[in-house]
Structures are given as C-alpha cells and as structure tokens.
C-alpha cells in the first residue's frame, strides 16, 4: 500500500510523549508467573489474531468486548487513535490477557478494555490493576476514567475499587455512565488490588519479550469458554 505522507501527518492522531510502563512479574494462584509489559505498535497484528475469536464469543460479553478493542488496536496500529498503549500479561511466552487505554490529556486517563484469555487465575483483575498502576503511578495523571461493558467487570472494578460515579459525564466508549479513580481512591486500594514485583528475572523477562506467542483459535474458544472452576 502506498502511503501519501503528505495527507497521513494530517490524519494521523497527535501523540503524547509517554514513558513505557515497566514490566513486572506476578504470581498466579496457580503458582504461574504473569509477566506485565507493554508491547509496540508493531506488535499489533500479531496481538489482533488471538483478539478476534472473541467476536463470536457472547459469553460474558467477550464479543462487544473484543470487537471495541479489536478496532481501538487498530486503530493504534494505523496511527487514529490519540495517545494510546496496550499491556500484556503473558505466561511461559503465551498471552493470557491483555488491556488498553489512553491518555485524554496530561490529567486525565481512559481506561478502554480488559480481556482475559486464562479465566478463573484473575487474570482481568491484575491487568486491569496494572493499567491503573501505569495511570497513576508512572504517566502521573489525576483519574481515570472508567465503564463496564459486563457483570463481571462491574463487580471486579466498580464494586472492588469503590470507583466514584460522574454524575453528568459521558465515557467515550459510546456514552456509557462513567466512574472515575482519582489518585486518593488508587493509593487507598493499592495494597489489596496491585500485585507484582519488580524487576523481572531476566530469564523471564527474556522470554517474554522474545516473541508473543498465542494460543490457537479453538483454544481461545475452549479458555474462554470452559467451565473448569465452575
Ligand atoms: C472481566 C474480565 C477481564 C475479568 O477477568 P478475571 O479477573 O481474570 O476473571 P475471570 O473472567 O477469569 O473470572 C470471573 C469469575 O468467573 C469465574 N469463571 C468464569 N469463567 C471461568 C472459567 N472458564 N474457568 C474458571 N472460572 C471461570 C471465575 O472463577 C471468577 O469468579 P470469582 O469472581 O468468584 O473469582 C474477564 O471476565 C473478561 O475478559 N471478560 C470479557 C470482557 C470484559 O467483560 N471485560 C471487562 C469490560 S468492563
């Protein structure tokens, strides 16, 4: 494809300069080690294949789910989304889940989607900690903004942080009643909800970062899908 560069620099979203998120190691319940880090732009397509099974997942809502972040990656990938990352966790190399968001402005966090592949290891729930500790923590930003799309995601962020409800706010992710997490309410449930530890073994850390791998669509489905646990 030819890229007219002149039209792209006006169509390209501007970005912020942001400092990459540094990655951390937590352990599963499973006594697996998750390692959390971000990955580049360039790793979008190969991040895009274990994605799209999910969009004809209904179950617990991976389908809208999967759908939104399926194009807001792309959208990251083709330059027409502003300020935005994606981390991932992965075990022994294997994507097990991953989340993204972006930056509004300086102050202010978009907290986009969470998606767990490995279900029942709270998985979800550790990303989405991260993505918060990455808000907060190293892109200094006030709040966070922050919507459901599921139950489950209801009880995991609204109900497990307390997030505080924006009377008269509009999340971006079609106009959804938005909650907030204000750097106070972060620090306040740090202790219980944000695990890991740094820095990674490099051993780990190496495996990691050698290449994303991911599991088989039909396995995808059987993660997602399966009732072991249950
Ligand atoms: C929301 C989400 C990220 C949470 O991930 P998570 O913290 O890893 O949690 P899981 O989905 O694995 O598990 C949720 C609950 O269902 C149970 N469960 C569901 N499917 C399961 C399965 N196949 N195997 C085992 N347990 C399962 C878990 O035991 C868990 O119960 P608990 O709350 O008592 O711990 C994940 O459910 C997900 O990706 N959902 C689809 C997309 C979505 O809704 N994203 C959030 C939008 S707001």
Known sequence: MTV?????A???APELEMPPYPPKVITLANSKKMVVRPIKREDVPTLLK????????????YDIVGARLYAE?????????????CLIGQVDGFVVGMVNGR???????????TLAIDRGLHVGAHL???????????????EVW????????????????GLIKQEGVQHELGGATSYKLTRDLYFETKPRLVAGVRPVPQELLD???????IASEAEVTEKICGVKGR
């Open 4 to 8: 007219d560069m002149e039209l792209e």
């Open 10 to 12: 006006v169509l390209r």
């Open 50 to 61: 274990v994605v799209r099974p999910t969009l004809d997942i209904p179950r617990d809502y």
């Open 73 to 85: 990656l792309l959208g990251w990938y083709r330059y027409r989304v502003r300020n935005e990352y």
């Open 103 to 113: 930056m509004w402005d300086q102050n202010i966090g978009i907290s986009l989607h």
């Open 128 to 142: 989405f900690a991260s993505k918060m500790e990455y808000h907060i923590e190293h892109l200094g930003q006030q």
């Open 146 to 161: 922050i919507t459901a799309e599921s139950p489950i995601g209801f009880r995991r962020w609204m109900i497990e942080y």
């Open 207 to 213: 495996q990691a970062m050698q290449s994303i791998l």
